[in-house]
């Protein structure tokens, strides 16, 4: 709506409402007066706040429109509401069928263990499974099914976060259920293994921090074992330990998405699922739960027949942070504090956030793609770009009314509004 510029529409038809012939009842004039706020308040562009300004003018007759005071505190409810600093002004959206990135010449893990930290910002659609014949509309999760069931299902989809995987099939991922849990996941060449943030999913159409953090052990003994936390909002929400493989070989990875996602119609995705958990319920032998750690193992290959097909993300992505060590507690959370709109995050002018650019493999931002390529921002590749990712989806760019109204010439710019205070509004 901000795209094809329905807030100057909305504008116009207010200004036309104060013609003779052309008047709008109450309840209309209410109505596009909250689409205005509504959409300012996602985003504005300077030539759509100057028509803001121009529907503030007095009428011939020195009188006010009806809408005057209505439109003034539309633009108080717009500064007020954008002053969080939590919502990315820049964002990938992948919403779209096939949107991903796509990170090249990774040819080496870049780290000495299977040790990494992924820091993003996510915000994902809210969409409810389709519902095969005689079932209802609902969600779906592995411990809701029974390998007796007989009803109809709802198919499961993996919506994919990131997947970092070598030819043979071993890696790590990251996907949201069909309840928008976040389930972290490593695959080794004899199973694949899950973490779940059991009664903990974010909120859909609601911008989350979302971090995973990878800690492997250095021990020789120990190079198989894992330890992973996830963080919501800066927040640590789960601490298991996994197994993870370390992976010298290249490997293949997206952020968004996956290589072969497959997204099918709906009557199809209901079959699937139906013939799929009749053969791998939760209480297959297949799966294997560890009741202490809440680690989910499947054999090899049938991670899908589980957990479902793997699909696009579903949402919108901010910042992409990928780094070659596990970040502490307290980074994580000063990362989160930082906000997302920080494109300079990582460059000396910010020393809090500038201690962790050694340890910063990757760094994606959207106001730095530009023609489906996706400039690699670490300070350590700036000059390289040996890490340039190719985007396929639309970026877009939205303008808080603050600072718009900045660019216009500040606050000054209201001033003129005072004079008008008092006059009778038009009849």
Known sequence: CCTAGLVRVATQVLVASQERGKELSIMAEDWVVSLVEVLGTHSILAAELKGIFEALRPLQGNELPTYYYKLLRTLR??????????????????????????????????????????FTWVNLDHQPLPAAKGSKVGFSHPSKFSLHSTQPVCSQKRRMLYSFYSPADVGFEAFFNDSLELVVATATKKEFLTMTLKGNPVLPLVWHCVCVVFSG??????????????????????????????????????????????????????????????????????MKVSM????????????????????????????????????????????HAKGPNNLALFQPKF???????????????????????????????????????????????????KATLSSLGGVEVLFPMLEHVGLPLNK
């Not at 996994?242 to 995705?269: N, W």
């Not at 479902?308 to 942070?321: A, D, K, S, W």
């Open 77 to 118: 409810s717009m500064a007020l509401k954008t002053s969080d600093g939590t919502q990315p002004l820049y964002y990938f959206d992948l919403r779209q069928t096939g949107s991903h990135i796509f990170i090249p010449s990774l040819y080496q893990w870049p780290s000495s263990s299977a040790s990494f930290t992924f």
């Open 351 to 401: 020393p809090e956030t500038h201690e962790l650019a050694p340890k910063l493999f990757l760094y994606y931002h959207p106001k730095a793609c530009k023609e489906g390529v996706c400039f690699d921002v670490a300070p350590a590749h700036i000059v390289s770009g040996s890490l340039d990712g190719t985007f396929k989806g639309q970026v877009y760019v939205t303008w808080d009314v």
């Open 217 to 286: 052990s250095r021990r020789p003994w120990g190079a198989s074992r894992s330890e992973v936390s996830v963080y919501i909002d800066g927040v640590c929400k789960r601490h298991e330990c996994m197994k993870a493989q370390y992976i010298s070989e290249a490997m293949t990875c997206y952020v968004g998405s996956a290589p072969h996602v497959r997204d099918l119609d709906p009557f199809e995705e209901a079959s699937i699922a139906s013939s799929s958990l009749e053969e791998h319920s939760l209480f297959s032998p297949e």
């Open 292 to 335: 202490e750690t809440l680690v989910h193992s499947t054999p090899h290959n049938k991670q899908t027949a589980m957990w479902g097909h793997r699909v696009h993300m579903g949402g919108q992505l901010g910042p992409v942070c990928l780094f070659s060590e596990a970040l502490s507690p307290a980074a994580v959370r000063l990362l």
